[in-house]
């Protein structure tokens, strides 16, 4: 799990222990994985890109970090216009249409597999998204 949160990471920690699942916890940005020299078979960003100033570059730098049959699952806020959040929650997009997504994933070299959507009742909807690193045999 990466995080640039103390907290989040130890929230995560806690909830992984009481299921008896061990993972790494890494404190850091994403931009310093690769120095890492470490590949990985799939990444998740849960509700993250809404909050970055560059998501076409974290889609770029997660491809980087993705072996060749590697997978990214992306969930996010679909575009909104509740403004509030950006106040409230610092949120620096108001989510992201699908074909904006899959538009940076294909810059990127990750092309889509599959889409869905969760509508929830505060009005926001929620979508997720499965990249494959192209050239891959997934």
């Known amino acids: 799990a990466l995080d640039i949160a103390s907290d989040m990471l130890s929230a995560c920690e806690q909830r992984l222990a009481k299921q008896g699942i ?44 993705l072996t060749a049959d590697g997978v990214l699952l992306i969930t996010e806020l679909c575009r909104h216009d509740q403004h509030w ?17 899959a538009q940076w994933a294909d810059q990127a070299m990750l092309g889509l597999k599959q889409t ?15 990249f494959v690193k192209n050239g891959s045999s997934s």
């Open 22 to 65: 061990s993972a790494e916890l890494i404190e850091a940005d994403l931009s310093l994985l690769p120095a890492r020299g470490v590949q990985y078979q799939a990444l998740v960003a849960n509700m993250v890109l809404h909050h970055l100033p560059e998501p076409a570059l974290f889609m770029q730098q997660a491809a980087q970090l």
């Open 85 to 101: 959040v950006q106040q409230i929650q610092g949120d620096r997009w108001l989510g992201f249409a699908p074909e904006q997504l």
């Open 116 to 130: 869905s959507f969760i509508a929830l009742r505060n009005g926001f909807q929620i979508q997720q998204l499965l």
